[in-house]
């Protein structure tokens, strides 16, 4: 790659932010970010990075101002931009599951179905998304943005229904809302812009970060273990061992401490909550000396 040649990426900043700078780390990248700088830096000059609010990212990526970025599957669908998915992540350690954006009413609201709110207001930062959906089931409605404490505006009266993101709902019930109807689920996307990914070197370049980020994923909530066996042992403990594929079995140096029998070193991938079951299991089928090793990419 002409040395030049620089790949402009989008980080999300905000409830994103510190976990995709983890797992950008996790994959080969070190990203550090000034107190006040929307400009992080990284240990890579093919790339520069920029914090944007994920609801802005896709705009800056569509207009070319960005290559690419990590950015929330419905803020696509809210820009209503064409963009090349590269790579759907679920954050599996943090709170960075699918998120859904449904439409919720006050516990006393008569609402039982989106159809019920026809001449009502609705409160949404998704505001283009939940005209369409109102408009493709001919429902009227006036739908506002709502710049923040959304669920707040329903329960206090100042609109009929909010079109709100959650995870598990708590949030919503706590404030004393119910949910309708889901509209929406989504995933934190690593997308590209279509005329970057027609570039032979960009589109390289961002295939090595989904790769990579992908491979961090992967990884998570998986421990590598190894593990001593005498020959006589191994097929008891093959037979307990999950793996991504099929355990790495090789023969251990005879030296005369093995008194004649044939060890063998058995090496694997586990899931880690597996571990305090299975490592019992083990050493009762005749494993000696396991070793439990964190990973950080998976490829």
């Not at 609705?122 to 709502?146: D, W």
């Not at 694997?268 to 490592?279: C, Q």
Request: with cysteine.
């Amino acid at each position: 790659m002409p040395a030049d040649n620089v790949l402009k990426f989008g980080l999300p900043k905000g409830s994103l932010e510190a976990q995709t700078i983890e797992l950008m780390r996790k994959s080969g990248w070190r990203v550090s970010v000034g107190a006040r700088s929307y400009m992080p830096s990284v240990d890579d000059p093919t790339l520069s990075c920029r914090l944007l609010r994920p609801q802005e990212m896709p705009r800056y990526i569509a207009d070319g101002s960005l290559d690419a970025g990590i950015t929330g599957s419905d803020w696509i669908v809210e820009n209503a931009v064409e963009l090349v998915e590269v790579e759907s992540f679920i954050y599996s350690k943090v709170s960075l599951a699918p998120t859904r954006w449904v439409l919720a009413v006050p516990d006393s609201s008569p609402v039982r179905r989106l159809e019920d709110l026809d001449g009502k207001r609705v409160a949404t930062e998704m505001v283009e998304f939940t005209r369409r959906v109102f408009l493709e089931r001919k429902i009227k409605v006036e739908v506002e943005f709502s710049w923040g404490a959304t669920e707040a505006k329903a329960a206090e009266g100042l609109v009929d229904a909010v079109v709100e993101v959650t995870e598990t709902g708590s949030s919503l019930r706590a404030n004393g809302l119910r949910i309708v109807e889901q509209l929406l689920t989504s995933t934190p996307v690593l997308v590209a812009n279509p005329i970057a990914w027609a570039v032979g070197w960009k589109q390289a370049k961002i295939r090595q970060i989904g790769m990579l980020l992908r491979g961090a994923l992967d990884a998570e909530n998986r421990v590598g273990i190894k593990m001593n066996v005498a020959r006589e042992n191994l097929e008891k403990v093959i037979t307990l061992l999950p793996s991504i594929t099929a355990p790495t079995v090789s023969h251990l140096y005879a030296s005369p401490n093995l008194k004649g029998k044939e060890w063998l070193a058995v090496e694997t991938v586990i899931a880690e909550h597996t571990v305090r079951e299975l490592f019992p299991k083990l050493l009762e089928a005749g494993a000696v000396g396991i070793i439990e090793y964190p990973l950080n990419k998976i490829i």
